[in-house]
C-alpha cells in the first residue's frame, strides 16, 4: 500500500446518497449518514468508506505508516465543489455596491462603462502574474471555507489576447494550489466599449477567433454566455454556444439573472446545456424544460442577496424534478465571497431549501455541474480523498449556526490542507 491517511470516528460521515447522475427530487435529501465512521485515504483516493468497526478490521492487516485524523465529534463531508466562479479578476467594486444602494441598477451601471467593462479594464492591465497572485489569495480563502474543486470562468479580457491570458491564469491556479480549477471560456460576457456600435461584430470576434484559439490551446473545458437583456440576446446566445457546441466545448448559461420572460433557461434545455446559472427570473416552462433536458440548475443566492433580489424558486425546481447545484459565484460585482459555508446559509434561509438538499447541492450535484460526478462529490471507494471536518456533531447544525465558518480541517488528495481552520498546506508538491 501507498501512503495512507485515515481519518476516523466521524460522529456523522456524510458519504452523499449512492446513484447514478444528479440528484433529483427526494434524492436530494437523502445523505447516506454513517454514524461512527471512517475513511481511509491511499495515495489521494478513497479506498475505505464505512463504521469505525470495518475501519479496524480493514487496517489490521495493513503494515504502512498511516496519517491519523480524530474526526470525533465532527460532522465529515465531501470537499465542498464551487461550480461557477468569476475568480480570476483583478481590481474592487466597492463603489458599485453604494450606488446600488442609492437606487442604481446592476445593468445601467454596466451600461455606463462600470460594472464588468470595470474589471475588464483593470484586468487588463494586470500582468499575469499579478492576475495569478491575486487569484491565489482568493484560492486560499476558498480552501479555509471547505471549498476544493472550483470553477473559473474568462471574461473579464474579451479580446482574444487577455481571455487567453486569463485561461493561462486559471491553468496556472490548478497546477500551483491544491484546489483542482475548472475552466470555462465566457468571452460574451459583455460587449467591450470598441463594440458598442456593433456588438454582432464582437459576438463574430467570439465565434471566429476566440473560440478557436481557446479549442486550439486547450484553455477551456465549457463555454459560457451572459444570456441577458442588454448584454447577449438569445440568438447571440444560441450562435456562440452552438459554435462551441461544434468545437467540442460543454455548454453553460448565466440564464435569466436580471430580465423575466428572457427564454434563458429555455434556450439551456433546448441546446442541452450542462448547467443554467442563476434562474432568478426563469419561467414556470424554463424550469419544466431544465427538468425535461437534464440541465443542472446552478442557483447563487450570495448573487440574490447582494443584489437586494428574490432568489430563484429552488423549491419549484426542486420539486419539478431539476437537479439543483449551489454555487458563490465569487466575482467582484455581484458576489464578492468565497463563502460556501454563508451561500449554503442562504439558501436555506432564502429559498428554504433543507439542510439535506443543501449539502447535495453543495456537493455531488455540484460536481456533475462541472463534469466531475464520477470523482468527486461524494465518498465512496474509488473517487478523490476531498474531505471536509466540520465542528459541529450533526449536519442540520451547519444551516443552523449560520455566518460561521465552522471549517475545522480540510483534506484534499488525502493531503491536510486545512487544520485548525488555519491553512497548513497551499500547493501541490513541484512533483
Ligand atoms: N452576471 C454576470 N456575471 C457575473 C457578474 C460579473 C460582474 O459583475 O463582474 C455574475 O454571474 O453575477
Ligand atoms: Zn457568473
Not at 489569495?137 to 471547505?146: K, S
Given at each position: 500500500m501507498g501512503k495512507l491517511t485515515y481519518v476516523k470516528s466521524a460522529s456523522q460521515l456524510v458519504c452523499m446518497d449512492r446513484g447514478y447522475g444528479p440528484r433529483t427530487g427526494k434524492g436530494m435529501s437523502m445523505l447516506g449518514i454513517?454514524?461512527?465512521?471512517?475513511?481511509?485515504?491511499?495515495?489521494?483516493i478513497i479506498v475505505f468508506a464505512g463504521s469505525d468497526a470495518l475501519a479496524a478490521q480493514f487496517l489490521s492487516s495493513i503494515q504502512d505508516e498511516v496519517e491519523v485524523i480524530d474526526a470525533s465529534g465532527k460532522v465529515v463531508t465531501p470537499g465542498l465543489v464551487d461550480p461557477h466562479t468569476h475568480v480570476i479578476y483583478a481590481g474592487s467594486r466597492e463603489n458599485e455596491l453604494e450606488l446600488r444602494l442609492q437606487g442604481a441598477k446592476y445593468i445601467d451601471i454596466l451600461k455606463l462603462g462600470g460594472g464588468i467593462l470595470n474589471t475588464a479594464r483593470s484586468t487588463k492591465e494586470a500582468s499575469e502574474e499579478e492576475l495569478i497572485g491575486q487569484s491565489l489569495?482568493?484560492?486560499?480563502?476558498?480552501?479555509?471555507?471547505?471549498v476544493t474543486t472550483i470553477e473559473a470562468k474568462s471574461g473579464y479580457g474579451l479580446s482574444v489576447e487577455d481571455e487567453l491570458k486569463q485561461l493561462r491564469a486559471a491553468r496556472a491556479l490548478n497546477d500551483r494550489h491544491s484546489i483542482d480549477v475548472v475552466p470555462t471560456f465566457m468571452g460574451a460576457h459583455a460587449v467591450p466599449d470598441e463594440y458598442i456600435h456593433n456588438p454582432d461584430g464582437y459576438v463574430d470576434l467570439v465565434i471566429n477567433e476566440m473560440l478557436p484559439a481557446v479549442a486550439e490551446n486547450g484553455l477551456a473545458e465549457y463555454c459560457d454566455v451572459f444570456c441577458e437583456q442588454g448584454v447577449f440576446d438569445n440568438v447571440q446566445s444560441e450562435r456562440i454556444l452552438k459554435a462551441a457546441g461544434r468545437l467540442g466545448f460543454k455548454l453553460k448559461i448565466h440564464a435569466d439573472e436580471i430580465a423575466e420572460n428572457f427564454g434563458g433557461a429555455e434556450l439551456a434545455a433546448k441546446l442541452g446545456a450542462v448547467s443554467a446559472e442563476h434562474l432568478l427570473k426563469a419561467s414556470e416552462e424554463g424550469i419544466r424544460a431544465l427538468a425535461k433536458s437534464g440541465t443542472i440548475a446552478v442557483l447563487l443566492p450570495g448573487t440574490a442577496l447582494f443584489l437586494m433580489e428574490r432568489a430563484a424558486d429552488a423549491r419549484r425546481m426542486i420539486d419539478e424534478g431539476v437537479a439543483v447545484a449551489l454555487s458563490t459565484d465569487c466575482n467582484p460585482g455581484t458576489s464578492p465571497t468565497v463563502s460556501m459555508p454563508f451561500v449554503m446559509n442562504a439558501a436555506c434561509l432564502t429559498m428554504r431549501m433543507n439542510p439535506a438538499e443543501v449539502?447535495?447541492?453543495?456537493?455531488?450535484?455540484?460536481?456533475?455541474?462541472?463534469?466531475?460526478g464520477e470523482e468527486i462529490g461524494s465518498i465512496e471507494t474509488g473517487k478523490r480523498g476531498d474531505l471536509v471536518l466540520f465542528d459541529v456533531p450533526n449536519y442540520r447544525q451547519l444551516q443552523y449556526y449560520y455566518g460561521m465558518n465552522l471549517v475545522h480541517t480540510v483534506v484534499k488528495n488525502g493531503r491536510t490542507v486545512v487544520k485548525g481552520g488555519v491553512l497548513v498546506d497551499r500547493y501541490e508538491p513541484a512533483d
Open positions: 454513517i454514524a461512527n465512521g471512517s475513511v481511509v485515504i491511499e495515495d489521494g489569495a482568493r484560492l486560499d480563502r476558498f480552501l479555509l471555507h471547505g449539502l447535495t447541492a453543495s456537493t455531488i450535484n455540484a460536481a456533475f455541474a462541472i463534469g466531475r
